[in-house]
T-cell receptor
């Protein structure tokens, strides 16, 4: 149904682990985003990539490392996370053109639990 | 930067009643205002949006109004149904380029049968 797919859907990791979240969009969009959703901050923007270039880093700790190899793929590399990083991580994409505006389309999200 | 406030945070209505969700924004340059619905365990999905060149937009049972002078916009749902139960997010941004959407904190709507 969705043009934005995320894997894995669920991830449990220890604080010393290294893991990655993957996102792929099939909509031909130019911009991709990572959002964090938790009870405290329902939709918190983390990173924005526009034409593969990072245009926004919303003061995210360095234990989160994004990678955008092309306009269709986005990764979030995770290392030495804390339990408070447990949340739903949503990937999104948008056309990001002057005509299309900023309508963004979300993936189903990756539920992350840090133990 | 833009700041979007949304209220109330929760709303409970009886099936068939109307529901109104209100948002305010701070940046007068914002000109694009989408609304997203997130059902339990699912992703947020766009349900309606409005641009600053119009004051009202309607799509079946949902409508959005925009008051640029007061910098507030509202979502109206008429004849509510249990399947309308969800969290609703408003957002604001400047249109075009890679300007980011700023979301409100969301409102949980419960429609009781």
């Amino acid at each position: 149904e969705t043009g934005v797919t995320q894997t894995p859907r669920h991830l449990v990791m220890g604080m010393t682990n290294k893991k990655s979240l993957k996102c792929e969009q099939h909509l031909g969009h130019n911009a991709m985003y990572w959002y964090k959703q938790s009870a405290k901050k329902p939709l918190e923007l983390m990173f924005v990539y526009n034409f593969k270039e990072q245009t926004e880093n919303n003061s995210v700790p360095s234990r989160f490392s994004p990678e955008c190899p092309n306009s269709s793929h986005l990764f979030l590399h995770l290392h030495t996370l804390q339990p408070e990083d447990s949340a739903l991580y949503l990937c999104a994409s948008s056309p990001a053109t002057a005509l299309s505006g900023n309508t963004i389309y979300f993936g189903e999200g990756s539920w992350l639990t840090v133990v | 930067g833009e700041n979007v406030e949304q209220h109330p945070s929760t709303l409970s209505v009886q099936e068939g009643d109307s529901a109104v969700i209100k948002c305010t924004y701070s940046d007068s340059a914002s000109n694009y205002f989408p609304w997203y619905k997130q059902e339990l365990g699912k992703r947020p999905q766009l349900i309606i949006d409005i641009r600053s060149n119009v004051g009202e937009k309607k799509d079946q049972r949902i409508a959005v109004t925009l008051n640029k002078t007061a910098k507030h916009f509202s979502l109206h749902i008429t004849e509510t149904q249990p399947e309308d139960s969800a969290v609703y997010f408003c957002a604001a941004s400047s249109q075009g380029g890679s300007e980011k959407l700023v979301f409100g904190k969301g409102m949980k709507l419960t429609v009781n049968p």
